[in-house]
Nanobody, 121 residues
Framework: QVQLVESGGGLVQPGGSLRLSCVAS????????MGWYRQALGKERELVAT???????NYANSVKGRFTISRDNAKNTVYLQMNSLKPEDTAVYYC???????????????WGQGTQVTVSS
């Protein structure tokens, strides 16, 4: 089993910045793609950004140029630096990781419990 724990959410004014962190722990042999998703009230969960084990990144159009995803493989951690935040960025942000439990295991998908980000004046 694997646990993902997010931190760094909170209340910020428009134009401000936040940095989210997500630490993975448990039965981990390797972590492939890690990512951040968000779900605003009354809306479906959507992709924010992903990063592969080789550091290839992908961003939603709505956050390109404002958010940066990165990872520290030694710490099993993924980060999301969010700058120039807008009220429409308000949502619960979830971490996701694709994990292998051994060299020949299947890949398993895990989600964190989410952290609230609120952008408001």
């Amino acid at each position: 089993q694997v646990q993902l724990v997010e931190s760094g959410g909170g209340l910020v004014q428009p134009g401000g910045s936040l940095r989210l962190s997500c630490v993975a722990s448990g039965n981990i042999f390797s972590i492939n793609t890690m990512g951040w998703y968000r779900q605003a009230l009354g809306k479906e969960r959507e992709l924010v950004a992903t990063i592969t084990s080789g550091d290839s990144t992908n961003y939603a159009n709505s956050v390109k140029g404002r958010f940066t995803i990165s990872r520290d493989n030694a710490k099993n951690t993924v980060y999301l630096q969010m700058n120039s935040l807008k009220p429409e960025d308000t949502a619960v942000y979830y971490c996701r990781a694709v994990v292998m439990h051994g060299p020949t295991s299947f890949q398993y998908l895990y989600w964190g419990q989410g952290t609230q980000v609120t952008v408001s004046s």
